[in-house]
Nanobody
Framework: QVQLVESGGGLVQAGGSLRLSCAASERTFSSVAMGWFRQAPGKEREFVAAITWNGGNTFYGDSEKGRFIISGDKAKNTVYLRMNSLKPEDTAVYYC????????????????????WGQGTQVTVSS
């Protein structure tokens, strides 16, 4: 069973930047898309960004668009999330996810769409 491992989280001041990484544990792992979600205490897990491996199409949540950039290296089964202009509201545990199939319809922003999840990495933004 494949595992996703996130790294790059930490403490940063408002206005600063961080880059998160997520790598699959198996070289033979394949997926059609990967994404990032985040969850703050007492809140539901929310969509941050996603990328499709076939066309490299990217998708972003409303609060992240223009500040965050998702990218990936398909050969390495690795996805990245560069976060710029960070705000205290961005403080959360960030989770990496992988989607095995598109199915008859695709919902990149839906938690239920994804099949594999990482353990999460804490991102804390101070004022």
């Amino acid at each position: 069973q494949v595992q996703l491992v996130e790294s790059g989280g930490g403490l940063v001041q408002a206005g600063g930047s961080l880059r998160l990484s997520c790598a699959a544990s198996e070289r033979t792992f394949s997926s059609v898309a990967m994404g990032w979600f985040r969850q703050a205490p007492g809140k539901e897990r929310e969509f941050v960004a996603a990328i499709t491996w076939n066309g490299g199409n990217t998708f972003y949540g409303d609060s992240e668009k223009g500040r965050f950039i998702i990218s990936g290296d398909k050969a390495k089964n690795t996805v990245y999330l560069r976060m710029n202009s960070l705000k205290p509201e961005d403080t959360a545990v960030y989770y990496c996810a992988a989607d095995k199939t598109f199915g008859s319809s695709w919902f990149p922003s839906s938690v239920a769409e994804y099949d594999y999840w990482g353990q999460g990495t804490q991102v804390t933004v101070s004022s």
